[in-house]
T-cell receptor
């Protein structure tokens, strides 16, 4: 069963706007990671946030984690056409099996 | 260059045949994984391995088999018992089970 569920399933924005994606999960985790996938390609790791962290930044990416609500969000600021991709959250929990959500498909219109 | 390599990129299989997908990494990672991705879906874990000569079933292991005879290699065999094998298969590796995973570029398997 899927541990992480992303929301929304699809998102279309204009270049320069911010994009926010959310991820909810069901059980306790050690860390949560966000990945990006361009169409028909492998996944690329974006950022890892540990269960004792609340916020993390990497370039134009900002990730938050709320363990009480079992949710995380990924914010991409000043989006570019090259950000067009699918974004997945992945949770790492007690059995150490990574579980991926169904993804948010982001389209950035030039 | 360090990385993880999957081959072939595209694979066609006749019904009833077994087929093996290759995954090699030169990152010196202990953990390796196989995922299946169907159109518009997330990734589902097939098998994972924490160390050489050891592997564990994931969520959808039926119809698949793996081996881990070498640290660098984690081949996946899709057997004839897998009822719906057409999918995109992704291999990944990481230093440990909770650390950043590095993915290959995937193998698209089609049953004809």
């Amino acid at each position: 069963s899927q541990q992480g569920e992303e929301d929304p399933q699809a998102l279309s924005i204009q270049e320069g706007e911010n994009a926010t994606m959310n991820c909810s999960y069901k059980t306790s985790i050690n860390n949560l990671q966000w990945y990006r996938q361009n169409s028909g390609r492998g996944l690329v790791h974006l950022i890892l946030i540990r269960s004792n962290e609340r916020e993390k930044h990497s370039g134009r990416l900002r990730v938050t984690l709320d363990t009480s609500k079992k949710s995380s969000s990924l914010l991409i600021t000043a989006s570019r056409a090259a950000d067009t991709a699918s974004y997945f959250c992945a949770t790492f929990g007690g059995y150490q099996k990574v579980t991926f959500g169904t993804g948010t498909k982001l389209q950035v219109i030039p | 260059d360090g990385g993880i390599t999957q081959s072939p990129k595209y694979l066609f299989r006749k019904e009833g045949q077994n087929v093996t997908l290759s995954c090699e990494q030169n990152l010196n990672h202990d953990a390796m994984y196989w995922y299946r991705q169907d159109p518009g879906q997330g990734l589902r874990l097939i098998y994972y391995s924490q160390i050489v000569n050891d592997f564990q079933k994931g969520d959808i292991a039926e119809g698949y088999s793996v081996s881990r005879e070498k640290k660098e290699s984690f081949p996946l065999t899709v057997t004839s018992a897998q009822k719906n094998p057409t999918a995109f298969y992704l291999c990944a590796s990481s230093e440990g089970l909770s650390t950043e995973a590095f993915f290959g570029q995937g193998t698209r398997l089609t049953v004809v």
